[in-house]
């Protein structure tokens, strides 16, 4: 079994940065990362906020940049979900792509995924007009009409990047208050092809081979009424990958890992950084800032083994 100082688990922008500063600290690094690196930013179509870069930059763009940075370092990499860690501090034992590696220490930097809304048959409709990735999906649905539905940035500012490609882009809020950012918003409502739906829930999805339509109801009035549409892209929130933690590793309600601020979890040795863990905002900045000060724990805790 190949031994390594500390195994990564997740490729996106914590984790990059973690494997990047132990490495940079003479620390043998293994990051194990179930897809392409990079992780939500190839789902991002455009950041206007990460430093660096005042004119934004292309999600792909900014990934292929950090793994460019990686490349240029010594860390192992394994493609594969990890599906357990198990073992005492300093002995982790982490299951990934059928093999085992042991680690002294190891950084959850596994991120979050998309929450569903729930709805009956929404499972069998994904792929056949219900997605989770405006920048994945869309192009499907060139000229054609769209909804999306949720109230933060993510909802925001993809319905932005849906009105370049579809015909009419409808965004569905349960609120009459956006949570995601004013500017987004403005441009929301500036743009000739979008109508947005407040207070409003999507009851209902029709269609038997792909989706065709939605029911929608009005919260405050309880009035229904059918929208046709083609697509639907759902932006209602996040929750954490962490089902391949030990149990007793200490979560919040909602299931992200609780840390201290030098991203210490519960059990000594174990360090999470990025959207995975409870805290108050999950941008690629704050996650690479988790990865940087998680690498730097790590690296104290393995001084004092
Ligand atoms: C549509 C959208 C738009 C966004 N826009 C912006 C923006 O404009 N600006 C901004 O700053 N942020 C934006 N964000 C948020 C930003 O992308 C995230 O906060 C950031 O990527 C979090 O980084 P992370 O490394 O913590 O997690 P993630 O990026 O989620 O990466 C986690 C990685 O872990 C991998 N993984 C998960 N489980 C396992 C496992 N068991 N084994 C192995 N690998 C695993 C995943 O495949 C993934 O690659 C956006 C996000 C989305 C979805």
New binding site residues.
């Given amino acids: 079994m190949k031994s390594y100082d500390a195994v990564v ?9 973690a494997a990047m500063y132990l490495a940079r600290s003479a620390c043998s690094v293994l990051m ?19 430093p660096g870069h005042p004119k934004g930059v292309k ?1 792909y763009e900014l990934a292929d940049l950090f793994i460019a940075h990686l490349e240029n370092l010594p860390v192992d990499r394994v493609v ?4 357990s860690v198990t073992g005492p501090a300093g002995k982790f034992i982490t299951r ?1 792509a059928g093999h085992e590696y042991a680690g002294k220490t190891v950084l959850a ?6 929450r569903a809304l729930g709805l009956e048959r929404e499972d069998e409709l994904i792929g056949r007009g219900v997605s989770y ?3 994945c999906d869309g192009n499907f649905f060139r000229g054609q009409t769209v909804a999306v539905v949720g109230g933060g ?2 909802a925001l ?2 319905a932005l990047y849906l009105s370049k490609i579809a015909g009419k882009v409808y965004l569905i809020h349960r609120r009459e208050m956006f949570r995601g950012s004013k500017i987004f918003l403005d441009r929301l409502k500036g743009t000739a092809n979008v109508a947005i739906l407040p207070d409003t829930i999507i009851a209902e999805l029709h269609g038997d081979s792909s989706l065709t339509g939605l029911t929608l109801r009005n919260v405050r009035s309880g009035l229904e009424q059918r929208l046709p549409i083609d697509g639907l892209f759902v ?1 209602v929130g ?1 929750e954490p ?4 933690l030990p149990a007793e590793l200490q979560r919040d309600a909602q299931g992200f890992i609780l840390t201290d601020v030098e991203m210490r979890t519960s059990i000594p040795g174990i360090f999470a ?5 409870s805290k108050l905002c ?7 800032g ?2 940087a000060t998680a690498a730097q724990a790590a690296f104290i805790f393995l001084e004092q083994l």
């Fill in positions: 688990i997740g490729g996106g922008p914590a984790g990059i940065t194990c990362e179930q897809l392409a690196p990079g992780g939500q930013v190839l789902m991002t179509d455009f950041l206007e906020n990460y999600g594969g979900a990890a599906d990934c930097c596994t991120g979050a995924r998309h990735c405006a920048l940035n993510s500012e993809e932006y996040i990958a962490t089902d391949f950084a990025g959207d995975t863990r999950r941008q690629v900045i704050t996650a690479a988790d990865g």
